[in-house]
């Protein structure tokens, strides 16, 4: 080998850089370990809600230490930042997949517009968006186009309006406006993607991903570690709309004759056939209406008075209207908007604007504010004016929000005010449609634009609010649409399961080297080793994320750098049995096996290109680190194994045998008439094909909420539980299609539920918790509360673990994604092949093994998907696993193929004699590596955790597969199909 100084001092440069990246990450973790201990030793595990308490003190020793120097180079917080980053199914926290509504965008361009054609072409975009890959805003137009008639998008009751004056106007043409409208969309996602940034910026965690997904309009977020789950949802969802309103006041008459009529009205639209109730007269205030009624018609049950029946008198001297449970807000508000009791509005309130306090932690009653509204439901005052938000402490020290508004704003909040004063009513301050306070105005107009939000708060959320009010409202809702929540708990496990799996697989590959190689096995495993470090420096460096598929893939690496190495021995043990002198037989053997190796990565690297532009989250972890594993094997097999092999080989006396006297003669001489079998291999293969297509159309595949939609969840109890008999109870509460199956051990389940999947909101995702929780709560502990049944602290035992959410929209692209995923591995790798090898039967022999090993793991998943005892579902994970058995498949065909194209070129073709035996030479290296990849996966089938070993098993499956049709598949088809070739060209046919 040429350049033997340079590539040694690479390879000592690429070593240490590595090492410098990889300390910042044993900096870090050494000193939140002496931060765990401090908290321990202070706060004892006998205080109430001790977790929490050491958490916090935890935050706080690191703080105090951030910037203290360690070893001279560096400090906790420059260390934090230049840590291998750990995805979130490793350290725990959420990431969800925001969708920007374009809708929204288009419809404050158009300034709301009430024209009948662009409202028509948005309700038409609505719906061709649910069956439709086009972006919102293609459909939007093509929607319009069809509609518009004389209408144009420069019309000035449209886009041609005065907020738009600079970019369009009158005489524009349709195709002249789309592109303005075009850029304007993208800004207002720029602008949401910025707001959302500096919200998370301000959350608190380290780590923090943002990033846009393509045109979409959709923004990818992840918050490793995080552990407040709801205050991290609502401060990505909220759209930060702050608006001040006027209110009315208790003892406004229309108010109470609006309520009692809109009582009466519901009673004959949702009872129609009930007799009507007399209801008393209403009084002058509203105080003495809800008073009367709840003599009379309120002893009744609240089903007779829908909106009577649930309200509450309101606390005198507040300028709230009315209260009322907060489990009753929803009934109470869907009646209040409903159309035709709307209608019912006196006029001097008919614009009124009913909103619900925000209701505080453990707080059961909530207060209804009726706001003086206008026809275009306009505020007095939008968020807009505030220039600057803090949190602090109001007068009687409870957490508050200060705001600074700007001058226009000031002589705003000046008016207001002063109006307020005057009709002793009070402000409301509204934040995304919920009353944070309402307060009166006792001494006049208020000038100098200085305001304040008090109310039930905690500090954090004084903070949030002060966050999101700095960085601005988004430009549009922001709903989330793909979500995963992985407890702390749950992260750690991971971790060891991951660690585990990777220290026994590493230790049967270290010492099956050994055993079978000898002397050059332990240079091999060096070389293994050294190339692990560089994957962790490299993952390092680049700022990746690790994932617990990212494991997989590093250890998934080990068996492809065994492979290279088997390849270069095997190689050099041949040379040496030509006679070959050492040396030479070296230098033959690396070369020869060098086009092998190279296109067995390449086919391997392809596959894994792809999975990384569809796939996301923790697949993508699984592409890079394959991606990266494949550079770096390349790098130690071909050069680091080269180096010491020859450094050790040139001193005189010493004896390399790249064999041991166990392993010495095995597979020498094999003479297998592997084609004269192809019959019966075609056979059992196309029962196998057949049976497994047959599943698949009548079984199907158990498809898991990536694919579908919906929610699901991992619950762990104390004790095992029957999931049969949880199913049974949790379909009365969410209806038909909840499935529950054991996930792991007994005490573990998997619930999944395609219940209120359309609907959005930390609402909804909280009503759903909260009835999981009422309904298992007789399987759980006593005592365990609300709080400890949902995401919580690092030593949660009990729970949900992990729960993910995913849309119907966003489940539909997926699914298409890995559609696509896999077609375009297989036009690839047949391209790939025909340049490599000129001849399309090798590729075809390619395409149709790696089409045949596919079928058969499909078909076993659909065969064995429902006795298993492990998670069998169809997800992203699974078509990763498909993919790299697919990269696998072709990488055993094209080292065989490659050994073919060798002997053919030199002996020819030989009626097949000569095909046998580039098959035979190859064997001992296709069962090496086959054996030691089986068993590096079933290390991490046994021990990488619950969450693999779907994964696992269908590679499992993939390379005992692979390896079979890889001789008996590949080959054979590659043969006929040259022999028909020949015999055509030549006339004369070829027997064997």
Known sequence: MQNKGLVRLFAILFGLVSIYQLS????????????????????????????????????????????????????????????????????????????????????????????????????????????????????????????????????????ANKGLSDDVNFQMSDEEVKPIIRRKIDESIVSAFEVLRERIDGFGVTQPNIQREGNSGRILVELPGARDIARAQELLSSTAQLEFW???????????????????????????????????????????????????????????????GKLIPANPGSHAIARAMVSDTAEIGKYLRMPEIRRLLPNDIQFAKFLWERPAQDVEVVDLYALKSNRDGVPRISGDV??????????????????????????????LTGDAYNNQTGIAIVLDNKVYTAPGVSSGPISGGRSEITGTFTVNETKDIANVLRAGKLPASADIIQSEVVGPSLGQEAIDSGFTSFIIAMAFVLLWMIFYYGKAGVFADIALIFNILLIFGVLTSLGAVLTLPGIAGIVLTIGMSVDANVLIFERIKEELAKGKGKAQAIADGFGNALSSILDANITTGLTAIILFIFGSGPIKGFATTLLIGIVTSLFTAIFVTRLMVDAYSAKKGRRLDFSTGI?????????????????????????????????????????????????????????????????????????????????????????????????????????????????????????????????????KSIGILQSVKVGPTIADDIKKNAFLAILGSLAVVFLYILLRFRKWQFSLGAVVAVFHDVMIVLGIFSLTGKIMPFNMEIDQAFIAAILTVIGYSLNDTVVVFDRIREITNIKGLKGGENINEALNSTLSRTLNTSLTTLIVLLAIFVFGGESLRGFMFAMI?????????????ATPLMFDALKKKIAAATGHSLSF
């Open 663 to 795: 392993t010495k003669n095995l597979f020498t001489n094999m003479n297998i008439d592997f084609l004269a079998k192809r019959k019966i291999a075609y056979i059992l293969s196309g029962i196998l094909v057949a049976v497994s297509a047959f599943s698949l159309f009548t079984t199907g595949l158990q498809q898991g909420v990536d694919f579908i939609g919906g929610r699901s969840y991992q619950i762990r109890f104390e004790k095992a539980v029957n999931p049969s008999e949880i199913a049974s109870e949790l379909n009365t509460v969410f209806g038909s299609g909840t499935n529950v199956k054991t996930f792991g051990d007994a005490n573990q389940i998997k619930v999944t539920t395609p219940y209120k999947v359309d609907e959005e909101g930390v609402e909804v995702d909280t009503e759903i918790q909260t009835k999981l929780y009422t309904t298992l709560q007789k399987y759980l502990p006593d005592g365990t509360s609300f709080e400890d049944f949902t995401i919580g602290a690092s030593e």
């Open 957 to 969: 499956i993939g390379v005992v597969v692979g390896t079979y049709s890889s001789i008996f598949v």
């Open 386 to 415: 505030v220039s600057d938000a803090q949190d602090t402490f109001d007068q009687f020290n409870k957490p508050a929000v200060s705001m600074t508004m700007n001058t226009r704003g000031a002589k705003e909040w000046e008016a």
């Open 246 to 308: 006027e209110t009315y006041p208790q003892s406004n008459p229309s108010l109470g004759t609006f309520l009692v009529n809109a009582n009466e009205r519901l009673k004959e639209i949702l009872e129609p056939e009930t007799t009507q109730e007399e209801v008393s007269k209403p009084e002058s205030e509203i105080d003495s209406l809800l008073s009367d009624v709840s003599q009379d018609s309120l002893d009744t049950a609240p089903q007779a008075n829908p909106i009577l």
């Open 24 to 159: 910042f990450t044993f900096i870090t973790s050494k000193l939140e370990k002496d931060a765990e201990a401090y908290a321990v030793s202070q706060i004892s595990e006998a205080e109430e809600d001790y977790v929490a308490k050491r958490e916090a003190l935890e935050a706080s020793y690191l703080d105090s230490i951030s910037d203290n120097s360690v070893l001279g180079f560096t400090s906790y917080e420059d260390a934090k930042k230049k840590e291998l980053n750990k995805g979130l199914d490793l350290k725990g926290g959420i990431n969800v997949t925001l969708q920007i509504s374009v809708k929204d965008i288009l419809k404050g361009l158009a300034n709301n517009t009430k024209n009948p054609v662009f409202n028509k072409a948005l309700a038409d975009a609505d719906v061709a968006s649910t069956n439709s890959d086009q972006t919102y805003l293609e459909l939007f137009f093509d929607a319009f186009d069809k509609i518009k008639g004389e209408t144009k998008l420069a019309s000035p009751d449209i886009f």
